[in-house]
């Protein structure tokens, strides 16, 4: 049975600290109370919160499409006017996947037992993210529960179509960069050999291009295995050095200067940050409670350095335009829309507004990166295949020069 430390205020009105057993929190408070004290915070201990969190790895989570359909269809039965308890009996009834099952019954047994919604969600963990129980902290605390959690599902369909617009974006250049890869590979080691075979035999000098990609050949057959052991020595080595935030923060940065990757990234950014702030803002979540949900949403080590700054000062007092726009990673519109929000107090409408505007620019973004990557791919092709090419054709115009 799990203990519980608590602070409660005894029938004298003293302060009292100490521990207690119980099947469940709300089992432990019913304890205080029959005591005759008043419970002022009470959580599980470090032993068996430890023991919860090593738990909660082995749960099975869902997708966050599948997250955003599950808090669209509570919100539902939430506006219908169903209870909370009965909303998510409801769900699990309709439930078809066993994770979702799972989850759902994790969520019906702690809140029977006491706990809040968000509680019960941030105990479970992924795939409940700081954001989402955030918002759902925000709906316990301002009574909107369906029309919170209705902004909630919108935000993570948003998220989900966003990561899908970006994969499809890129999947064509990778297919091509791949494709590129194993031609000239079965090019170099399997082809040229045996188109070179009857040259070599004439003993004529070969041109450079063809010493070239000769070389290139053997090497490639006789060190095959090694140059797969240092490619994936080199991948290992590449994560372990990104592990490193400092190394991370470098990284990113370098992203971020990049001509056409770097502008996709920081649309990107700008446009998560400023629907996922303008949502958690009208959720009635504090400004620097939402910076900090943000900060994790972003991808970007560099841009949630920046936000942290950003944050720091709007501790300080400062209005929040002023840090952004020192920042350096966020447009000036972005600044100017938080710049006139802080004004006249519409501050969370003008981001939500302003977060339309910045999807375009990211769909636009996006054209703009599957046009231009396939060019570059297709022109390093045929660079590469002219030089293929010459490095075979030369030697047999020489050949044939020779027997003329």
């Known amino acids: 049975m799990p203990s519980f430390r608590y602070q409660a205020i005894s029938p004298d009105g003293s302060v009292q600290a100490g521990t207690l057993t119980a099947p469940d929190r709300a089992s432990a408070l019913k304890a205080l109370s029959l005591r005759g004290e008043t419970p002022l915070e009470i959580e599980l201990s470090a032993a068996d919160a430890a023991a919860a969190e090593g738990r909660r790895f082995k749960r099975p989570t869902i997708s966050r ?41 994790f969520l019906i047994e702690r809140v029977e037992a006491g706990v809040t919604l968000h509680q019960a969600a941030k105990e479970y963990g992924s795939p409940f993210d700081d ?13 909107r529960n369906a029309e919170i959690m209705h902004q909630l599902a919108d935000l993570l369909e948003r998220s989900v179509e966003l990561r899908r617009e970006v994969v499809g974006a890129i999947i064509y250049p990778l297919m091509i960069a791949g494709l590129i890869a194993v031609s000239v590979v079965i090019l170099i080691v399997f ?33 095959w295995l090694v140059i797969i052991g240092a490619g994936v020595m080199l991948f290992v080595a590449a994560r372990n050095w990104l592990a490193s935030p400092d190394n991370r923060l470098r990284f990113d940065a370098f992203v971020l200067r990049t001509p056409v990757a770097g502008r996709l990234v920081r649309d990107i950014a700008v446009a ?10 009208s ?22 350095q920046a936000v942290d700054q950003v944050s720091d000062k709007v501790t300080t007092g400062q209005s929040l335009a002023d840090p952004l726009e020192r920042s350096g990673h966020f447009p000036p519109l972005l600044v100017q829309i938080v710049n006139i929000g802080e004004r006249s107090g519409r501050l969370e409408q003008m981001l939500l507004h302003a977060a339309g505007s910045f999807d375009r620019q990211v769909n636009n973004s ?9 060019t ?29």
């Open 65 to 105: 499409a599948e997250l955003a359909d599950l808090v669209r269809e509570l919100a539902t039965a939430l506006e219908a006017g169903l209870p909370l308890m009965q909303a998510l009996r409801t769900v699990r009834r309709q439930a078809a996947s066993k994770n979702l099952q799972v989850i759902l019954d």
């Open 131 to 143: 954001m989402t129980t955030g918002m759902l902290r925000a709906a316990d605390a301002s009574g």
């Open 191 to 223: 082809v040229l050999p045996r188109v070179m075979k009857p040259i070599m035999n004439a003993s004529l000098e070969l041109p450079m291009p063809t010493v070239v990609l000769m070389n290139i050949s053997d090497f490639l057959a006789s060190w």
């Open 272 to 281: 998560r940050f400023t629907r996922t702030l303008g949502t958690l803002v």
């Open 283 to 304: 959720a009635g979540i504090p400004i620097l409670s939402a910076l900090k949900i943000v900060r994790d949403t972003l991808g970007n080590s560099a841009l949630t």
């Open 366 to 374: 996006l054209k703009l990166f599957t046009r231009i990557l396939p």
């Open 376 to 404: 570059i791919l297709l022109i390093v092709m045929a660079l590469i295949a002219s030089f293929v090419l010459a490095a075979i054709l030369l030697p047999i115009i020489e050949l044939q020069n020779a027997v003329v």
